[in-house]
């Protein structure tokens, strides 16, 4: 495929994925369908997201065997640059059975989960079970909420870290009420709030650090 027709498929991609109104089913056959060439894509897309997360998140959890779930991993993007720095007890969640196939073929975690990422429990998951949550790129139009917090805050132990990498367009959906709700009743402290200019095609973000309280 030539260099003009795959900037085109990228940007049909992201147009279809981001778009209001998707299903879960529906989001799922393009991350699915996208799976082979997604790192490659974002690659050249200038997706600098997964370092800027990591180097947040190795700010706060030094300990190289601290258990670390990577939401919405995908094709394990994230658990690369966690590797690099020698972290080695990383799980992973994400809808898309294909991107977690081709982590797994990576040799990049402990576990891997296919689920959908929520306010509900996920399977398996006992309470203060990780020492930290890290995602990036999962807050966007039709995909998460503030709302995963409430799973977030009872999977991770109290003192741990929630560590979330997001578009400057889409911050909203992160600081909404839920998350205002645990701030205010003291279930989670923000502990940094970062600006990237370089996070996606030369456009900004933030880097959340959020430590669990309670």
């Known amino acids: 495929m030539a260099d003009t027709d795959r900037k085109e498929d990228i940007q049909r991609k992201l147009h279809d994925v981001y778009r209001p109104g998707i299903t879960t089913d529906q989001m799922k056959t393009v991350y699915d369908e996208w799976s082979p060439h997604?790192?490659?894509?974002?690659?050249?897309?200038?997706?600098?997201?997964?370092?800027?997360?990591?180097?947040?998140l190795s700010k706060v959890v030094t300990d190289k065997h601290a258990r670390i779930l990577d939401c919405g991993c995908g094709t394990g993007l994230v658990?690369?640059?966690?590797?690099?720095?020698?972290y080695n007890n990383i799980d992973g969640v994400d809808m898309s059975e294909e991107s977690l196939a081709i982590a797994n073929a990576?040799?990049?975690?402990?576990?891997t989960m296919a689920a959908k990422l929520g306010p509900e429990p996920l399977d398996g998951v006992k309470?203060?079970?990780?020492?930290?949550?890290?995602?990036?790129g999962i807050f966007v139009t039709g995909h998460l909420n503030d709302s995963c917090?409430?799973?977030?805050?009872?999977?991770?132990?109290?003192?741990?870290?929630?560590?979330?990498?997001?578009?400057?367009?889409?911050?909203?959906?992160?600081?909404?009420?839920t998350y205002k709700t645990l701030v205010d009743n003291k279930r989670i402290e923000l502990k940094e709030k970062t600006s990237i200019p370089?996070?996606?095609?030369?456009?900004?973000?933030?880097?959340?650090?959020?430590?669990?309280?309670?």
């Open 149 to 177: 917090l409430l799973e977030w805050t009872r999977i991770v132990k109290p003192g741990g870290y929630i560590c979330l990498t997001v578009n400057k367009e889409y911050t909203y959906l992160l600081e909404g009420d």
């Open 106 to 111: 990576k040799g990049l975690y402990v576990t």
């Open 79 to 86: 658990a690369q640059e966690l590797q690099l720095l020698g």
């Open 127 to 136: 309470d203060d079970d990780y020492d930290a949550v890290i995602g990036c």
């Open 198 to 214: 370089d996070y996606f095609r030369d456009g900004g973000g933030y880097v959340y650090t959020i430590k669990t309280l309670a």
């Open 38 to 56: 997604y790192d490659k894509d974002l690659i050249a897309n200038k997706y600098n997201g997964p370092k800027h997360s990591v180097k947040a």
